[in-house]
């Protein structure tokens, strides 16, 4: 499903659909402190109903499926759904996922008691999604905001990664992250308040041909770029990446992690 938003890539269109092997095969980079931290939180706990909008490929709900709650996956995108039905039935886990938009969910009224939005945040329609995630949560639920970013300024391989990137999408609004807390619009105050935001590093460990995929699968490259583009983009990234980076190697990225409470 093609996506075009004025305030995203300049309005540049993107389909997460198109890299969902990509993304399937090379996002499922969280390292387990990650996962431990949401856990800590109260998020993700033996016993709970839990719901993962924009779950892509699933990658939450399968990696704390070991905590114990029982998990739904929703996505606007077709393909990645696809992608985390087989990844989760491959691993033995009855995860219910469902290609939906979060704008159009339609569970019951406090069908779960608690809500993550890892990685995909921005992409909403505050206005309609506020509400309507309040609804979906029972009384205290709590919506879990996630996301990991590198760190170009600061770490060399994902600084020249993100500058071929740049003269492949020069609209790719993706580049120059810095550590932030994530951004909660106004309207959220009528529905939650805030209980925990935090910022913490990570390293996270690549191979070249790892992290080649990484970069393949991002917004920037995969999921707007054409065929052509995306295999030349690829031969360029790989004889860089021969050229600065071992063979195995550490990114340095940031996690934030910020906590709401239905009011």
Known sequence: MMISNDNIDNGKPFDWGRASSDYAKYRDIYP???????????????????????TGTGVIPR???????????????????????????KEGMDIGFFCRSTEELDFPEESFDAITACQCFFYFDHDIAAPKLSGLLCKGGKLAVLYMGWLPYEDKVAGSSEELILRYNPKWTGKGDMRHEIFIPEVYGNYFK????????????????????RIKACRGIGASLTGNEIAAFEREHMALLEKIAPREFDVLHYCAVTVLEKV
Do not use: C, P
Request: glycine share 10%; charged share 25%; proline share 0%.
């Open 32 to 54: 387990r402190e990650f996962y431990e931290k949401i856990h800590s939180l109260g998020i993700g706990i033996s016993g709970q109903k839990v719901l993962d909008i924009g």
């Open 63 to 89: 990696n704390m499926y070991s905590f114990g709650a029982r998990f739904t996956g929703t996505d606007i995108s077709e393909n990645q759904i696809e992608q985390a039905k087989r990844l989760a039935e």
């Open 194 to 213: 805030k209980l925990h935001s935090e910022i913490f590093d990570v390293k996270v460990h690549f191979t070249r041909e790892s992290w080649n995929g």
